[in-house]
């Protein structure tokens, strides 16, 4: 399941995805990012994770990673919430592909993860 969660205005982006994920998850999740990033650059992404148990096909976890992509530079943060072993592990995998500075934060860090969002120290482009 995929839903949108009350960000902070024009500068924090915030997305919650719990249980298993389907192709209809990630479109919506992708069609939601390109609205909201249309006028946007160097904003911050706060990704909530929840009882995740993955993806009902390969095809899903495919359209995951073009709708990551897609708007890889125009993110500055990316925080990643959660407290399964293998999210940290798919951020790892990520870092080498993505322009933002990713960092993952345990369930009850949420708000932890979005003031570091907040913070005005943005990578160097």
């Given at each position: 399941m995929f839903q949108?969660?009350?960000?902070?205005?024009?500068?924090v982006l915030a997305?919650?995805?719990?249980?298993?994920l389907a192709r209809e998850d990630i479109e919506r999740f992708a069609n939601w990012?390109?609205?909201?990033?249309?006028?946007?650059?160097?904003?911050?992404?706060?990704?909530?994770m929840e009882e995740l148990e993955g993806?009902?096909?390969?095809q899903a976890a495919l359209s995951d990673l073009k709708a990551d992509l897609r708007y890889n530079d125009r993110f500055a943060k990316i925080?990643?919430?959660?407290?399964a072993r293998w999210e940290e592990a798919v951020t790892k995998a990520a870092?080498?592909?993505?322009?933002a500075e990713l960092r993952n934060f345990d369930a009850e860090e949420q708000g932890t993860a979005l003031a570091w969002l907040r913070d005005g120290d943005r990578l160097d482009r």
């Open positions: 949108v969660l009350k960000g902070d205005g024009r500068d997305a919650r995805f719990a249980g298993r990012l390109e609205s909201e990033m249309r006028e946007r650059v160097d904003a911050g992404l706060l990704v909530v993806y009902e096909r390969w925080a990643i919430v959660g407290n870092e080498p592909f993505a322009e």
